[in-house]
């Protein structure tokens, strides 16, 4: 008999107790305070400052009644090891609320044939109520706001038998539904679904709040290539009029100096038109871009509706066709050697019928792209390209989470 | 799911290929002092646009779409970009193939034909058009819905198969 007293000792240390009996305005610590202050108190019951009246009580009664008091149901224990029990466990007894005191003493009893103190009877429910906590603590544990709904005591009842018991009954606090959250330095009671509401949707937003995606770094690269467009309209628009403005400066009043826009202009005529490819590619493409000429019903419908970036699209692409139908005239401009040299492209008196063309596609280019940029400035800050391909996945994510909804 | 890190990469692997392709467009008739210059702009520049279109293409077999065997619906989604790279690499390699026949002996001789002139200038054109479908293309294929499963997609395989 004596052997086996070291088992309830045991066993005690181990299950902490499902619902933390603190007064309800520290109820905040309940998941971690708990285990830490109830180990000491089984060692030395007097240490926890607190409690002291009511475990003091709880240590004398067993020492008043001479009788062993009573054993946990299925082991048999003698006096001291109850004692211990006792020590330990009933000041979270006088804590905890007490559901279903008044059935289970008696049926308790006779199964052990011993007849207990009533005023022990909250002792000997502990096992089953320790056997059945002891899960929704470690939930408790992964979730402080999980608590089971059958542990939280809506109508407050208190025994006459606790009473007569125990000396200080005002200070028992019992796990309501409200949890008690601080607020501006208050503690103020909140149902506790809706605080687990609030805070699942608080992880849900965090969750869904992307870090830096691919979709970012597509955006960023569309954004930047608009910047280097931008800075491409203005230089070709400036290029090409200082362009149109060099060739009629030397080309003499009436077109009547052309042999010296050919000797001087020579070795300007191919890189400027190397210069005017690279820069009307750029803002052609800055241009689809703005108007997302990929989409080619709404490119043609912008224009059709006289949109200025849809024009000026239209304008930078046919100024791109003529620049290029000068690529021949260019090069010849740049091979120039005078008629008098043996094997000379420029036959005498042909400059004007070569150059003439050349001079009036010039100036169409020129004001064609001066049109576009002046156009563009119109609305500087219209892109149709970025609306349409990025913006879709905000309208995409309602639907996605309406299909989520759907699927679950 | 895409990476972040290797998407920025291919990025600017398709950029840089797109800047030398536009750069050789602009610039490859000053840089013709030397015949095999051009030569060389030109081969590297082909090899450039089959690079370009591989990498494209291989970025459709990173999707999803493709992966679930959808294949029709990213043809149809970007049949301008694969159309018109495949164009502009035919006009390209005919053109280099056309100039470099003529230049060869004498690579400041006078070539231009009116056959020339109109090649070059359909070929410049589909250069630009070429740039903004692969530009758009590359920068569409960042976007996450490409690479995964969403209800985007099964509409968009819907309307594709009406």
């Known amino acids: 008999m004596r052997d086996h007293s070291g088992l309830p000792l045991e066993g005690h240390p181990r299950p902490p107790r499902a619902l933390p009996p603190?007064?309800?305005?520290?109820?905040?610590?309940?998941?971690?305070?708990?285990?830490?202050?109830?180990?000491?108190?089984?060692?030395?019951?007097l240490a926890s400052a607190s409690l002291e009246g009511l475990v003091q009580t709880a240590v004398h009664r067993p020492s008043e009644?001479?009788?062993?008091?009573?054993?946990?149901?299925?082991?048999?224990?003698?006096?001291?090891?109850?004692?211990?029990?006792?020590?330990?466990?009933?000041?979270?007894?006088?804590?905890?609320?007490?559901?279903?005191?008044?059935?289970?003493?008696?049926?308790?009893?006779?199964?052990?044939?011993?007849?207990?103190?009533?005023?022990?009877?909250?002792?000997?429910q502990k096992p089953r109520r320790k056997t059945k906590k002891t899960q929704p603590a470690e939930l408790q544990y992964a979730n402080e706001l999980g608590v089971e709904d059958e542990d939280i005591i809506t109508d407050e009842q208190s025994s006459p038998e606790q009473q007569s018991v125990f000396t200080a009954p005002t200070g028992i606090s019992q796990p309501v539904g409200k949890v008690f959250v601080e607020k501006s330095r208050r503690f103020q009671a909140t149902d506790r679904s809706e605080l687990i509401k609030t805070t699942e949707n608080?992880?849900?937003?965090?969750?869904?709040?992307?870090?830096?995606?691919?979709?970012?770094?597509?955006?960023?690269?569309?954004?930047?290539?608009?910047?280097?467009?931008?800075?491409?309209?203005?230089?070709?628009?400036?290029?090409?009029?200082?362009?149109?403005?060099?060739?009629?400066?030397?080309?003499?009043?009436?077109?009547?100096?052309?042999?010296?826009?050919?000797?001087?202009?020579?070795?300007?005529?191919?890189?400027?038109?190397?210069?005017?490819?690279?820069?009307?590619?750029?803002?052609?493409?800055?241009?689809?871009d703005r108007i997302d000429f990929a989409k080619t019903s709404v490119a043609i419908r912008n224009f059709l509706a006289l949109d200025p970036t849809a024009l000026a699209s239209f304008l930078y692409f046919t100024a791109l066709i003529l620049s290029l139908s000068q690529q021949m005239t260019s090069d010849r401009i740049h091979l120039y050697t005078p008629s008098s040299v043996n094997?000379?492209?420029?036959?005498?008196g042909a400059e004007e019928q070569v150059l003439q063309p050349w001079i009036v596609v010039n100036l169409v280019v020129a004001i064609l792209v001066g049109l576009s940029w002046l156009f563009l400035s119109y609305r500087p800050g219209m892109d149709l390209s970025e609306e349409l391909l990025f913006s879709s996945a905000v309208e995409e994510s309602p639907d996605k989470d309406k299909g989520i909804k759907a699927s679950s | 799911m895409l990476q972040t890190s290797s998407y920025s990469l291919v990025l600017s692997l398709q950029f840089l290929l797109l800047c030398y392709d536009l750069f050789v467009n602009s610039f490859s008739e000053l840089l013709r002092t030397a015949p095999v210059i051009q030569l060389v702009l030109f081969i590297i520049q082909d090899i450039e646009i089959l690079f370009n279109i591989i990498i494209i293409f291989l970025m459709f077999f990173n999707t999803f779409?493709?992966?679930?065997?959808?294949?029709?619906?990213?043809?149809?989604?970007?049949?301008?970009?694969?159309?018109?790279?495949?164009?502009?690499?035919?006009l390209s390699i005919s053109l280099h193939i056309w100039v470099m026949n003529l230049r060869w002996k004498d690579s400041n001789r006078f070539v231009w034909t009116d056959g020339l002139q109109t090649l070059f200038v359909f070929q410049r054109l589909a250069a630009v058009l070429y740039y903004y479908f692969y530009k758009r293309t590359a920068v569409r294929l960042g976007d996450p819905r490409f690479y995964q499963d969403s209800a985007w997609l099964r509409r968009e395989f819907t309307q594709v198969r009406r």
């Open chain 1, 22 to 45: 603190v007064p309800s305005d520290i109820k905040d610590d309940i998941p971690l305070g708990r285990p830490k202050k109830k180990k000491p108190r089984t060692k030395t019951p």
């Open chain 1, 65 to 124: 009644s001479s009788e062993p008091p009573h054993k946990e149901p299925k082991e048999h224990v003698e006096a001291p090891v109850p004692r211990r029990q006792k020590k330990t466990r009933l000041p979270l007894e006088l804590e905890t609320a007490f559901t279903q005191k008044t059935s289970s003493p008696p049926l308790l009893r006779n199964e052990n044939g011993i007849d207990g103190e009533p005023a022990e009877e909250p002792v000997i």
């Open chain 1, 202 to 288: 608080i992880d849900v937003t965090l969750d869904a709040k992307p870090s830096w995606t691919t979709r970012d770094v597509a955006l960023s690269v569309h954004r930047a290539f608009r910047m280097v467009g931008l800075f491409s309209h203005g230089f070709l628009a400036g290029c090409t009029v200082w362009n149109i403005i060099v060739i009629y400066a030397l080309a003499g009043s009436q077109l009547s100096d052309l042999s010296n826009l050919l000797q001087q202009y020579k070795t300007l005529a191919y890189p400027f038109q190397s210069l005017l490819y690279l820069l009307l590619a750029l803002s052609t493409i800055s241009a689809f």
């Open chain 1, 343 to 348: 094997g000379s492209l420029w036959a005498a």
């Open chain 2, 65 to 90: 779409v493709f992966q679930a065997g959808l294949v029709n619906l990213l043809f149809h989604k970007f049949k301008g970009t694969i159309v018109l790279a495949a164009v502009y690499f035919a």
